[in-house]
């Protein structure tokens, strides 16, 4: 499978730019407008639950093992919780920049080698967080943009980094459903860049040489967006088996959060 990745100061550029992009994508008067991949949240949700990640992720790096408070995943950091509900949008807003800001300042890509706690076995290190960070950063900066209806398409680059995160890091680190595991191969082809999965019960085997018997093509944006439930097929190139490809995105689903 292709392995190649994003380096470290790359990264760390489209985190900085995504952090901005989410924060000027919010519309004070449209606050409470529901995210359309993400139901029964709002953009106040949202922008609170990124918040919330952020700093989780910044007190998990800087406290050496992982918080005893879990972020909500539809709302709110616990100890925000008072302030979150009425806050003005301005309030809102500088929260997000306040915490991104530690975040940035952590995630130092000069030391993206250095041991850092993380939940991934084979990762231990403050790059793991870099590059997961990008990524959960510019997914979510679409959905605030999606909920005022002016989505702009990810980066492409990131966007062919993100494709392969979510097969090696997600399927890769969790058992996807057994339902979805019909060991059918499944080609995903973005300019540059080709990764062949197939699903078997417990195991995910990267089959670059196999052929497959269906095959996801098109730009990396929209094939990093619909592997998480952002876009759907009419934006692809879809051939061979659909139900294969539709039971890979399934898998998917089952695994990220």
């Known amino acids: 499978m292709d392995r190649q990745e994003l380096n470290p100061h790359a990264l760390a550029l489209a985190l900085r730019a995504e952090v901005t992009a989410l924060a000027d994508a919010v519309d004070p008067t449209r606050l409470e407008d529901p995210v359309p991949a993400c139901p029964g949240m709002t953009v106040r949700d ?3 639950h990124v918040t919330t990640v952020h700093r989780h992720v910044t007190r998990w790096v800087t406290g050496g093992a992982r918080p ?3 972020p909500a995943p539809d709302g709110p950091d616990p100890a925000d919780v008072d302030s979150a509900d009425t806050a003005p949008a301005d309030d809102l807003v500088d929260r997000y920049r306040t915490g991104a800001a530690a975040l940035l300042a952590v995630l130092d890509p000069a030391r993206a080698t250095a041991p850092a706690p993380t939940w ?3 990762d231990q290190t403050l790059g793991f967080w870099l590059r997961r960070m990008a990524h959960e950063t ?3 900066r679409v959905d605030v943009q999606a909920a005022n ?3 702009a398409p990810l980066e492409q680059a990131l966007a062919a980094d993100g494709v392969d995160e979510v097969l090696r890091l997600w399927l890769g680190c969790h058992q996807p459903p057994r339902a979805h595991t019909s060991g059918r191969a499944v080609a995903l082809r973005v300019p540059g860049r080709e990764w062949t999965v ?3 019960p417990g195991i995910v085997d990267f089959c670059s040489g196999a052929t497959p018997d269906a095959v996801v093509s098109g730009a990396a944006s929209d094939v990093d967006l619909w592997l998480w439930g952002r876009g759907d ?5 879809v051939e061979g088996d659909v ?4 039971a890979l995105r399934e898998a998917v689903a089952g695994v990220t959060v």
């Open 46 to 48: 949202l922008v609170e």
């Open 68 to 70: 005893s408070t879990e």
């Open 138 to 140: 510019a997914v979510h």
């Open 243 to 246: 139900a294969a490809v539709r």
């Open 149 to 151: 209806g002016r989505a």
């Open 233 to 237: 097929e009419s934006a692809l190139s």
């Open 120 to 122: 991934c076995p084979w």
């Open 198 to 200: 197939a699903l078997h």
